[in-house]
């Protein structure tokens, strides 16, 4: 065989490995990416209905509630601003607790109820899964700003 | 006292490790024997040093001095000895003296067992891991200084992470360390060769050792971990896709395409400037995944800008590393050459195309880690990358490369024409296809991934079997075991691993075909069934632990009406932190396990009243872990080979073919 057929037999076929990947990456991206969002925004209707994202937050205080001779409970997640009612069959990891941080993988339904497939709590006691510390910020956040905003406009 | 001992140490050896990090390279340079001479005591002097701040560090830990921030957020006073010990490296500053140390031991055995090396290429070596060292000794003592002190002192330790109060936890990061840090050692040779233009097979004999050494390590550690949290975190799996899991697996898959690179560069003089860019390679994202694990940022990207200190010395260190190294490899490149052609079918080929495989996936694993920390840090949203994207791409990436395992050890260098090729693999390719096809409906159901997973287990045994068979048809030598003998250790030890690698498929084939998964709800006395077993729920009952309050549940398995055994899962409550962990309770069988662990109560009454329980069946499971072990065990099967120990008398002989078959000689 000539080595320019030998080269060009190489870059065809690396080019062939390079082509499948990418297109396994992107088909792969396209269907199992999971988005995370706020109770803020689920309330403003942003998150879709019938796909499955993520939502996180704070197991709202006195809100767990178990079903009697099953696995299934029931809880409300909260930014502080916003709740979500939440059901979930299953065990729950060890660290999920009343007034601690929780993301949960699920899909919402028309009732407005988060059915999650996925109950996560992460590593340690002080730890807040990120995605719960970001929505409790932002929720923070958005309301600092509000009030801003109101007091700017009554001084005005 | 003893804490400012530790830091004076550290200070030290920063110093020691600059000199390390220049003499030596001046004296390359400029050929000057005496400024190279400095290379060797000085890296062994650094090592000292910084072993005598590890043990200071150690001796905080083990004597509960709890006026050291270190000791006071990572131990308390209940903490059993071993923990006390193993938290020594639990912490962000304990994990990177313990990084340093093994660098340090690293270059010290670079300098005992390198005596035939040329002086310049010695001194190059050791001072590049002597600016590696530098680095992160830098990184220690501005930013992360594991000696600081707490006024006033703590009365008590706030507790190591439960997690680590582990056995398997205290030997996991130590070997894991010594794979990452072992791939400095290639990583130094390569950039040794970029200066000094000189890379051939002997270069290669001489890197080749090393790597392979660092990547049985690596698999040991990687193993070490799966395990772990297979048994402690309760919940049966025993890999994630998470981002500290990949951290560790990409240097791995380089690591694995770059041991295969170095051995055609050592055979054939091939693949030259490839194998120094998967060394370059291989080494960057050790440092990557260092950092990721450590720096915090997988926890919030923005942990980057609350301790900028720290993010803009990585990112800074980082970027010399890779970009150096690069920038070096792109100028000096052409100086190493590309080494001798082949043919599009021959062994090396099949090497090549498995190793862009491995890149490639290795690739995508990169992507899926860090897409969703750049999306983060740029705001543009919060994403997970989960398990199904990692399985939709990695598992067709690696199939074929499997599959050409089994091709390469038996294809001639150089040129092996395809129709000799089917023939020496027709009866391997039948029989494994054959029994892939039924072996399943034995196993109870057919699907068609347990068959294609099963199918890649088979072809590497029976391509194994097949190109031992013709090693032993080929030689001359008379008798069997003097046929056996007459293969090189390094021979038996490619075998070994790659039987590794099919246990391991059978492994991870089985269980995710045939896993039985049962969270359910027990009352005392309760049963429920599950793969023809019986489990029988007996309740719990409360006791004390050395550091925590325990909660032992008994849980009867019975089969066909007799009972085989009772299983013990445990939750504990630990006192320090108030944290709670699992315990699975797992009963092991060479076909698999029965996994028990409770979950939560779910009445008021945790003694009386009803539990979560998950009740598992994981055939095969242990495969997993025993294949991996047989990986690393061919590894340094392979190191053990003469050729390396006696390559003085050997540096002139051409290149011996010790792991081609007979019939390509």
């Not at chain 1, 082509?19 to 988005?35: H, M, Y």
């Not at chain 2, 490639?360 to 990169?366: F, I, T």
């Not at chain 2, 840090?377 to 990358?385: E, M, P, Q, R």
Request: glycine share 10%; hydrophobic share 50%.
């Amino acid at each position: 065989m000539k080595p320019r057929y030998r080269r060009l037999g190489w870059i065809i076929g690396g080019l062939a490995v390079l082509g499948v990947a990418a297109a396994l990456v992107l088909n792969a991206f396209r269907s199992n990416l999971v988005f995370f969002y706020t109770p803020t925004q689920i309330a403003s209707k942003e998150a879709p209905q019938g796909r499955p994202f993520r939502v996180g937050g704070l197991v709202e205080t006195g809100s767990l509630v178990r079903e009697p001779n099953s696995l299934t409970v029931r809880f409300r997640v909260t930014d502080t601003a916003q709740t979500i009612p939440v059901t979930y069959t299953g065990l729950l990891p060890d660290l999920f607790k009343e007034g601690k941080g929780v993301v949960a993988q699920g899909t919402l339904g028309s009732d407005g109820v988060f059915r999650a497939s996925e109950v996560l709590a992460k590593h340690d006691e002080n730890y807040m899964p990120p995605a719960a510390a970001d929505a409790v910020k932002k929720a923070h956040e958005a309301m600092s700003t509000k009030t801003l905003v109101t007091t700017g406009g009554g001084g005005r | 006292m003893i804490p400012e001992f530790g830091h004076f140490a550290l200070i030290l050896a920063l110093l020691v490790a600059l000199a390390q990090g220049t003499l030596p390279l001046i004296g390359a340079a400029f050929d000057e024997p005496r400024f190279m001479a400095v290379a060797r005591p000085a890296a062994r002097a650094q090592f000292l040093l910084v072993a005598l701040a590890f043990g200071c560090l150690a001796a905080s830990f083990v004597g509960n001095d709890f006026s050291v921030v270190n000791v006071a957020t990572n131990s308390n006073s209940e903490l059993p000895l071993r923990y006390r010990v193993a938290a020594t490296w639990g912490s962000h500053e304990g994990s990177l003296l313990l990084w340093t140390l093994m660098l340090g031991g690293w270059t010290t055995a670079v300098t005992v067992f390198s005596r035939n090396l040329p002086q310049a290429l010695l001194a190059r070596v050791i001072a590049v891991m002597g600016w590696v060292s530098v680095g992160f000794l830098l990184f220690l003592l501005f930013t992360s200084n594991p000696f600081e002190r707490l006024l006033p002192p703590a009365p008590e330790g706030r507790d190591l992470n439960p997690l680590l109060q582990d056995p398997g936890m205290v030997v996991h990061p130590p070997l894991l360390y010594m794979g990452y840090v072992g791939f400095s050692v290639a990583f130094s040779f390569s950039v040794a060769a970029l200066m000094g233009g000189r890379l051939d097979a002997t270069w290669a004999r001489w890197s080749r050792p090393w790597t392979t050494v660092a990547w049985a390590f690596l698999t040991i550690g990687i193993a070490l971990g799966s395990g772990w949290a297979y048994y402690t975190l309760g919940w049966g799996g025993w890999w994630f896709w998470d981002p500290v899991e990949n951290a560790s697996f990409m240097p791995w898959l380089t690591g694995t395409a770059l041991i295969h690179s170095l051995a055609v560069t050592e055979k054939r003089g091939a693949f030259r400037s490839w194998t120094v860019l998967l060394a370059i390679l291989a080494f960057s994202l050790s440092l990557l995944g260092t950092f990721l694990v450590r720096s915090g940022v997988l926890t919030s990207v923005h942990a980057f800008a609350t301790d900028p200190a720290r993010g803009v010395f990585i990112l800074a260190f980082l970027a010399v590393v890779i970009g150096g190294s690069l920038a070096l490899f792109a100028w000096r490149a052409g100086t190493v050459g590309l080494g001798g052609g082949f043919d599009l079918v021959s062994r090396e080929s099949a090497l090549l195309a498995n190793n862009v495989l491995l890149v490639v996936a290795m690739a995508s694993v990169l992507l899926g880690t860090l897409y969703p920390l750049f999306l983060d840090a740029l705001d543009l949203g919060k994403i997970s990358v989960g398990p199904p994207y990692f399985d939709a791409v990695f598992y067709p990436l690696l199939a074929p490369a499997i599959f050409l395992m089994g091709v390469g050890p038996v294809a001639r260098w150089s040129r092996a024409p395809l129709p000799e090729l089917a023939a020496r693999l027709k009866w391997a390719l039948g029989v494994a296809v054959v029994t892939a096809l039924l072996l399943p409906f034995v196993l109870g159901r057919w699907t068609p991934l347990v068959s294609v997973g099963l199918f890649l287990a088979l072809w590497i045994v029976t391509t194994t079997i097949e190109n031992l068979r013709q090693r032993i048809a080929g030689s001359h030598r008379r008798g069997f075991l003097a046929k056996l003998a007459a293969n090189s250790m390094s021979y038996y030890g490619m075998l070994l691993a790659h039987l590794g690698v099919a246990v391991f498929i059978v492994g991870v084939t089985l269980v995710k075909g045939y896993e039985i998964e049962q969270d359910v709800r027990l009352d005392v006395g309760q049963s429920v069934s599950a793969g023809g077993y019986e489990f029988k729920f007996l309740g719990v009952t409360p006791g004390p632990g050395p550091n925590y309050r325990a909660l032992t549940g008994s849980v009867e398995v019975s089969k066909d009406g007799k009972l085989l055994e009772t299983l013990h899962p445990e939750k504990r409550i630990y006192n320090a932190s108030g944290q709670t962990m699992t315990i699975a309770a797992i009963s092991t069988q060479v076909h698999g396990d029965r996994y028990v662990s409770l979950g939560e109560p779910l009445a008021n009454d945790d003694v009386t009243g009803a539990w979560g329980v998950r009740i598992y069946l994981k055939p095969f499971v242990d495969w997993i872990w025993v294949g991996a072990f047989l990986m690393a065990l061919g590894g340094f099967l392979a190191v053990s080979d003469r050729r390396y120990r006696f390559a003085v008398r050997r540096r002139e002989e051409p290149a011996g073919d010790a792991t081609a078959p007979a019939a390509a000689d």
